[in-house]
């Protein structure tokens, strides 16, 4: 019996602390997002400001909520769409957040929440092509000190090993979000080789010219990593 009690006692016990650690995170991740979308609301407009008569107005600068976890920045050709996962994580012990002198003091510190950054072809969207692939290119994590470090491609801001040395803010985001814009524009699509595209059906065709059967990527039939 005094077994049982103690056990049940424990699992109260870690009820209580992971559940108001994994919330602490959450609510931090989700101001933080917040702040990432009212950020890109300000770049966008800035950016269009600064554009204004200089390039073809069906070229589109545009800025969208798509909801409380997602929201999307539209630059000409291209489509970044930033998503909160809802979930909190820790990392696996070989990553090198890990290794960290601030993790390593307290262990806690290396449960995040994270924000996805995904690159599309904005066609993709414009023309209902459902079957297109995206591409993360980034992943910005926040923790419950609001401590913050980012990887991805040409993320270079703050990396896993200095985790802790600052707190996300409007500063830190638009560094983030300026990476993430620029290796967007700069990743054109490949053409993909020949025998990924030479057999298509009469259905793919005649199906009321959906778009969506011919699937479009930037790096169709090439490797891709994060």
Not at 72 to 97: C, K, N, R, W, Y
């Amino acid at each position: 019996m005094d077994n049982t009690h103690s056990l049940r006692s424990q699992i109260l016990q870690t009820i209580i602390r992971k559940t108001t650690l994994k919330q602490r995170v959450f609510d931090r991740t989700f101001a933080a997002f917040n702040l990432l979308k009212e950020t890109l609301l300000e770049m966008a407009s800035e950016l269009d400001d600064a554009l204004d008569g200089k390039l073809d107005r069906r070229v589109r600068l545009e800025y969208r909520d798509r909801g409380k976890f997602e929201a999307q920045l539209q630059v000409g050709s291209e489509m970044l769409i930033f998503q909160m996962h809802t979930d909190v994580f820790i990392f696996d012990p070989a990553h090198p957040v890990r290794q960290n002198p601030y993790v390593c003091a307290e262990p806690e510190r290396a449960h995040c929440g994270v924000v996805n950054i995904y690159n599309f072809l904005s066609d993709s969207f414009k023309f209902n092509r459902n079957a297109d692939e995206g591409y993360l290119i980034g992943r910005l994590f926040i923790n419950g000190e609001e401590r913050y470090f980012v990887e991805g491609k040409q993320q270079t801001s703050l990396p896993a090993e200095r985790f802790g040395e600052r707190e996300i803010d409007r500063e830190a985001l638009v560094t983030i979000l300026e990476e993430a814009i620029a290796f967007a524009l700069s990743f054109d699509p490949y053409m993909p080789p020949c025998t990924e595209n030479r057999r298509v059906t009469v259905d793919q065709f005649n199906t009321k010219m959906d778009n969506s059967k011919f699937v479009t990527g930037k790096r169709l039939g090439y490797e891709y990593e994060l």
